[in-house]
């Protein structure tokens, strides 16, 4: 049973242009999400979060954006850098569940210059 | 400098042979985690802790063991008793919702 995922295995977008990743998740009961980047053979870095009881959260050029009715959540990075080119995952959390992380497959972005 | 760190970069078992990946961290976390990750797919819990001496199987800990006698330290035992056990292992620490990594190991069979 896969509670999140990630459904592009692959995106690729122009330098300068907003890349936009999506996540989709079936548990309700999950109340937190997370973003992270990931190069290879390296551990993934946290990139940017959203409690459910928020819509949109921004840092710098990430914005995230929750849409809970539908239950999907998507990253948007804008403008795109080549150094954006990665594999990101999207993760989210219950809070009966001390804290574990449900993790999608991963969607890796190519930026092209 | 905090931070989590992993060693080795790279492990090499033997059929037959238990090996132990290392974690550290020096952040004073008190929750951390390993995760193994194989191509194409999310990353998969084995173990879990939440405080010294204590810690809980993930989705998939058979063929592991780990111990937690030290906050600062979480190490993973790869046994013979898993029988796939090539794959990229992470390992992490958590402050509140938000788990940090270290740069983790790749462990290959011969």
């Known amino acids: 049973d896969q509670q999140v995922k990630q459904n592009s295995p692959s995106l690729s977008v122009q330098e300068g242009r907003i890349s936009i990743l999506n996540c989709d998740y079936t548990?309700?009961?999950?109340?937190?999400f997370l973003w992270y980047k990931k190069y290879p053979a390296e551990g993934p870095t946290f990139l940017i979060s959203?409690?459910?009881i928020k819509d949109k959260n921004e840092d710098g050029r990430f914005t995230v954006f929750l849409n809970k009715s539908a239950k999907h959540l998507s990253l948007h990075i804008v403008p795109s850098q080549p150094g954006d080119s990665a594999v990101y995952f999207c993760a989210a959390s219950r809070p009966d569940s001390n804290y574990q992380l449900i993790w999608g497959a991963g969607t890796k972005l190519i930026i092209k210059p | 400098d905090g931070g989590i760190t992993q060693s080795p970069k790279y492990l090499f078992r033997k059929e037959g042979q238990n090996v132990t990946l290392s974690c550290e961290q020096n952040l004073n976390h008190d929750a951390m985690y390993w995760y193994r990750q194989d191509p194409g797919q999310g990353l998969r819990l084995i173990y879990y802790s939440q405080i010294v001496n204590d810690f809980q199987k993930g989705d998939i800990a058979e063929g592991y063991s780990v111990s937690r006698e030290k906050k600062e330290s979480f190490p993973l035992t790869v046994t013979s008793a898993q029988k796939n056990p090539t794959a990229f292992y992470l390992c992490a620490s958590r402050q509140e919702e938000t788990q940090y990594f270290g740069p983790g190991t790749r462990l290959l069979v011969l």
């Open positions: 548990n309700s009961m999950f109340d937190y």
């Open positions: 959203i409690s459910s």
